[in-house]
């Protein structure tokens, strides 16, 4: 399944295009999301290229809520933005070459800011199934994200952007729910993001998941 927009700024416009590569975002990247049970609870492995990207996560919650597959959110945003600290530290791509860039636009504190972001919107996004079916994110939702990022370079991106960041992450977002992860691709040339469920994942249909 193919999910694309039409050009804008985020493809026009790269925060990093005057940095060496190792230090970019990828423009072209597929990632693995894989879920299996530990002890009668589901965790997810993400990959890259065989490579583990951070830890092997379960949803932090009671009850199952999928928050496990949440890196699709800064992927997204990598590719769609082309901003993400989450993803930079996950795929070791910050910008150590410049000082003030890495401490500030890398650091800490923009990496606690997108993962804030991640969960207000998750929030939302629980409360209105996921965005099945919606088509816009709430002002509110979006006047926060504005807010919490007007210190960040990403602050260029305007709510609109922002919101088809969001509801094209969780059209693929419901698809790792629906079919217990898969493979998904993104390409921030296009702004697009393609997933392509594995037969290793067929096993682990949505009412084995809920």
Known sequence: ???????????????DSSFKESEQLPKKFTINFDSFLVDERWKTK??????????????NSK???YYRFHDIFHFSFAA?????????????????????IDE??????ATITEEALSMIIFNEAKRKNYFDGVNSVSKTTLR???????DFEVNIRTAKEWEKAILKAYEVF??????GGGKVEFDAFNSAISYTMR??????AYSKLA
């Open 1 to 15: 399944m193919r999910i694309q927009n039409n050009k804008n700024k985020a493809t026009d416009s790269v925060f």
């Open 46 to 59: 993400v990959t890259l290229d065989g490579f583990q990207l951070g830890d092997i996560i379960n949803d």
């Open 63 to 65: 009850t199952s809520d």
């Open 80 to 100: 769609i933005l082309g901003w993400s600290p989450c993803t930079r530290a996950m795929m070791k791509r910050k910008r150590k070459s410049d000082y003030w």
């Open 104 to 109: 500030v636009e890398d650091g800490a504190r």
């Open 144 to 150: 926060i994200i504005k807010e919490m990022t007007e």
């Open 174 to 179: 419901r698809l790792l729910m629906a079919n």
């Open 199 to 204: 037969s290793s994942n067929r096993t682990n």
